[in-house]
Each structure stands twice: as structure tokens, then as C-alpha cells.
T-cell receptor, first 112, second 113 residues
Framework: DQQVKQNSPSLSVQEGRISILNCDYT??????FLWYKKYPAEGPTFLIS?????DKNEDGRFTVFLNKSAKHLSLHIVPSQPGDSAVYFC???????????FGPGTRLSVLP | NAGVTQTPKFRVLKTGQSMTLLCAQD?????MYWYRQDPGMGLRLIHY???????AKGEVPDGYNVSRLKKQNFLLGLESAAPSQTSVYFC????????????FGDGTRLSIL
């Protein structure tokens, strides 16, 4: 039973447009969420995070929105660039520790 | 600036063989983790360590053992490899306090025939 779901395995977006990646979770005890980006043959790299006490966090072209009542978060990338083409993982922290549950990932392709 | 280094990058084993994957970090992180990634699934936690000399089970620990004899190193062992352990293994590390993200190595691709 996946506690963190990313229901879109892939997404294609035109360069310069907005990319929206979605993530749903089932455990209401999750209190901290992160997005990681992964290129082929490399490990995931941290992108942006949000605490459950906030509903939005912004860092340059990347914004994460959290809707606790819907148990849903989304990552917006504006404007999208070809270098953003990668697999994006959503992760959630549980047990107030440093253990995270990862979603299966969404492959983003930004077309020039 | 090495960060998290995993050794080896690729390995092919026969069923029943044993091997050890090595993870080394140079960031003085307290926490270290081993994950496996399989197609269509997210990273799943195998074992983790909250400090030198300590280890704990994660979500999928069966068939694996770990050791953290030195703070900078975290070893993952397969005692008797099985085809179901064919996967990409990632090591990660993080600080112990606060809302800190994990830093990942580039992975070890392991195939069990």
C-alpha cells in the first residue's frame, strides 16, 4: 500500500510553459515533504521542501504547494527549461525522525 | 567535494553469492541510509543508522545486513544473493537535527543471475 503516490508516470511540457507535478499521500501524520530531482545514472538531488505548517514554499522557478485537507502537494516549475527534464520524486517524512517515504516518481520531459 | 560515494557502481552476482556495498560520506553526517529502487516504485528504505555503531531496520530489511563501524562509512551486505535483490541501491546521508534533506550517492546497479 503506497503511502505516497505520484499518479502520473510521465509528463511532457513545452519549453517556457509551466510544469505541474502532483503528489498525494495517505498518512495524515506526515509533517514534512520534499521534492527530489533525478537524472539518469545519478542519485536524487534535493530540490525544495515544505513543512506541514505552510501551504506554499518558493525557490526561484520552483514552487511547492501543500493542501493538507486534500493530502495533496504539487510542484510548479515556471518557466520550464530543457534541463529540467528528469524524474521527480515526492517524499514525505514520518515519525518525526529522518525517515522518508518516497513516491514512484514522475518523468518530466521539457520539449524545446 | 565528494559528498556521498558508493562502491562499486555495477556488479553482477550469481544466486547464493555474497557481497558488500560500501558507502562513504565526507560531510560529517550523523544519519546514513540504504535504499533500493525498483521499476515503478519509489525508493524503499532497507536499513539506516543514526550514528556510529548503531543500525536499524527500514521498510525492506530481509536478506540484508548493515554495519556502521566508522561515522563516515555505511556498509550493506548481501549474505546469499537472490534474483529478487536485483535492483539499484542508493546510499544517502543527512544531519541528525532539523528538517534536513538527504544527500544521495549515484547508486550501485546490482544484477543477480
Amino acid at each position: 500500500d503506497q503511502q505516497v503516490k505520484q499518479n502520473s508516470p510521465s509528463l511532457s511540457v513545452q519549453e517556457g510553459r509551466i510544469s505541474i507535478l502532483n503528489c498525494d499521500y495517505t498518512n495524515s501524520m506526515f509533517d514534512y515533504f520534499l521534492w527530489y530531482k533525478k537524472y539518469p545514472a545519478e542519485g536524487p538531488t534535493f530540490l525544495i521542501s515544505i513543512s506541514s505548517i505552510k501551504d506554499k514554499n518558493e525557490d526561484g522557478r520552483f514552487t511547492v504547494f501543500l493542501n493538507k485537507s486534500a493530502k495533496h502537494l504539487s510542484l510548479h516549475i515556471v518557466p520550464s527549461q530543457p534541463g529540467d527534464s528528469a524524474v521527480y520524486f515526492c517524499a514525505a517524512r514520518r515519525d518525526y525522525g529522518q525517515n522518508f517515504v518516497f513516491g514512484p516518481g514522475t518523468r518530466l520531459s521539457v520539449l524545446p | 567535494n565528494a559528498g556521498v560515494t558508493q562502491t562499486p557502481k555495477f556488479r553482477v552476482l550469481k544466486t547464493g553469492q555474497s557481497m558488500t556495498l560500501l558507502c562513504a560520506q565526507d560531510m560529517n553526517h550523523e544519519y546514513m541510509y540504504w535504499y533500493r529502487q525498483d521499476p515503478g516504485m519509489g525508493l524503499r528504505l532497507i536499513h539506516y543508522s543514526v550514528g556510529e555503531g548503531t543500525t536499524a531496520k527500514g521498510e525492506v530489511p530481509d536478506g540484508y545486513n548493515v554495519s556502521r563501524l566508522k561515522k563516515q562509512n555505511f556498509l550493506l551486505g548481501l549474505e546469499s544473493a537472490a534474483p529478487s535483490q536485483t535492483s539499484v541501491y542508493f546510499c544517502a546521508s543527512s544531519y541528525s537535527t532539523g528538517l534536513q534533506p538527504q544527500h544521495f550517492g549515484d547508486g550501485t546497479r546490482l544484477s543477480i543471475l
